[in-house]
């Protein structure tokens, strides 16, 4: 069973904007906080942005201002809103569900590739 489908990446130039999607079940999404991760070559996967069930939100300095983590309850989906896009972005994006001591716990999905040229 699918639990988390990832969408939206590409590439795109320096300065330029992408709007990533995860639709998730409902089972692992509802009532739980939702995270956006990335993962470049050769480099461990970081937490990029994390979003409560009520909707307070948290960014990783790295992408403080020009990255915005939102939710639509009703469709299980987050998004992640990325401008001003740097080549230091560039990474395979993934999604996750948010468990106890805030670690991710669903399986993780095939993610978005998200490539930013200089």
């Known amino acids: 069973q699918v639990q988390l489908v990832e969408s939206g990446g590409g590439l795109v130039q320096a300065g330029g904007s992408l709007r990533l999607s995860c639709a998730a079940s409902g089972s692992i999404f509802s009532g739980n906080a939702m995270a956006w991760y990335r993962q470049a070559p050769g480099k461990q996967r970081e937490l990029v942005a994390r979003?409560?069930?009520?909707?307070?939100?948290n960014y990783a300095d790295s992408v403080k201002g020009r990255f915005t983590i939102s939710r639509d309850n009703a469709k299980n989906t987050v998004y992640l809103q990325m401008n001003s896009l740097k080549p230091d972005d560039t990474a395979v994006y993934f999604c996750?569900?948010?468990?106890?001591?805030?670690?991710?716990?669903?399986?993780w999905g095939q993610g978005t590739q998200v490539t930013v040229s200089s």
């Open positions: 979003i409560s069930s009520g909707g307070r939100t």
């Open positions: 996750n569900a948010l468990g106890l001591l805030e670690k991710p716990f669903a399986s």
